[in-house]
């Protein structure tokens, strides 16, 4: 009697666990633009410096870190427990040194050898600090802005894909303006790559743009590349097999980004003030989800930008001080529609050193809140509040 009544009750036990899992599947969840969340510091790696230490990059096999004091340029290599295997600087006139400026982070490029991107050349050095190679373009390189610790290289499979300035010194003519170069890591060619795309406002032939304003940041990924330029609020999606023409783009609907004015006619080369105050897309990172994450700056409309300028009358410095009242500026999650509200993150944290994954993300320590004897890197991860 005991089994007839456990069959008996069977079907209504379906029944309750199907209108369960009906229920999940119709619970509605947060959009993105709702979610609230946050870098969650969850370990560091901390080692006996005293300097400015920023972390460039981590070793494919996870063992070794690459580091530089950012205000020596002194470069320190340790291991996963912090102690230092390796310190020298190579910035200088020596036949091994780097003499032109860094446009980028350092990257390895596999457990014993690392990239260094300047405004003039890449730069191969084992982790003893000895010079492999170093690979020029044809052209002379410039810079036209420089961000020191953003990403200027990225290696995949045979190619080095390069942000370098140089190869259209005129400027003049966008139509004809390629954006990166692509590298050959065997023979050192230089190939340039990424045309303007024919949607993007920078073509507009009555339009006035600036250098600063087509900054692009991008990135690598699979088989995929991934670029913005910095004031235009719009992701490019490019085939490596294709990389003339965009396989996609897609509009990055920020609440608040202050676009330049075409319709301002401007001396090619010349810049004032009124550019560093405009909204500003510095980095982009596609994770493994699927999703970006983004690091900007909303910038300033023209009524906050001449009360800042008035403000500060000549004192440079002061400028950056008070646009930060009006300004939002931080990291966002872009999942390919909609962008979410600013990420946060604890006051020890400055900026992205190194992201692995969406639950791996190294932060540089935040050296105007804190002052230590030693230096530290906090690892962290996205997190729902």
Not at 40 to 64: A, F, Q
Not at 80 to 108: T, V
Not at 268 to 284: E, P, Q
Request: charged share 25%.
């Amino acid at each position: 009697m005991k089994k007839l009544h456990y069959l008996y009750l069977l079907p209504f036990a379906i029944s309750i666990l199907s209108c369960s899992g009906e229920q999940e599947e119709t619970k509605p969840s947060t959009p993105l633009s709702e979610k609230a969340l946050e870098f969650e510091i969850y370990d560091s790696l901390v080692v006996d410096y005293l300097g400015n230490l920023v972390l460039l990059d981590i070793s494919p096999d996870n063992s070794k870190y690459l580091m530089m004091d950012q205000n020596t340029g002194e470069i320190l290599v340790t291991d996963s427990e912090g102690s230092i295997l390796h310190q020298y600087n190579r910035s200088g006139e020596g036949p091994e040194d780097y003499n032109s400026g860094k446009s980028g982070k350092a990257i390895f490029i596999n457990n014993s050898e690392f990239l260094l991107p300047t405004t003039k050349a890449i730069y191969q050095y084992s982790l003893e600090g000895n010079l492999i190679r170093k690979m020029e373009p044809e052209f002379q390189g410039f810079a036209n802005l420089v961000v020191s610790y953003s990403k200027a290289i990225i290696k995949s499979g045979d190619n080095l894909y390069f942000k370098i300035q140089g190869r259209h010194p005129d400027r003049g003519d966008l139509t004809k303006y390629t954006n990166l170069e692509k590298v050959n890591f065997s023979s050192g060619e230089y190939e340039p790559i990424i045309p303007f795309p024919t949607s993007s406002k920078f073509l507009t032939p009555e339009a006035g743009f600036q250098a600063f304003d087509y900054h692009p940041v991008f990135d690598v990924t699979a088989d995929s590349l991934f670029i913005i330029f910095r004031n235009e609020p719009k992701l490019f999606s490019y085939s490596l097999s294709n990389l003339d023409t965009p396989a996609y783009s897609k509009i990055v609907s920020f609440l608040e980004f202050e676009e330049r004015n075409p319709d301002k006619k401007l001396e090619n080369g010349a810049f004032d003030i009124r550019d560093f105050l405009l909204g500003s897309i510095n980095s982009v990172e596609k994770l493994e989800d699927g999703a970006f994450l983004i690091y900007y700056t909303s910038g300033l409309t023209d009524e906050e930008a001449n009360e800042v300028t008035s403000e500060a009358s000549e004192d440079f410095s002061k400028i950056f001080e008070l646009a930060d009242k009006y300004n939002t500026t931080g990291n966002v999650l872009f999942d390919g529609e909609s962008v979410s509200k600013i990420i946060e993150k604890n006051e020890l944290l400055s900026n992205i050193a190194k992201i692995a994954s969406r639950d791996e993300i190294w932060f540089n320590l935040n050296f105007s809140e804190v002052e230590k004897d030693y230096s530290v890197i906090y690892k962290t991860r996205i997190v729902e509040k």
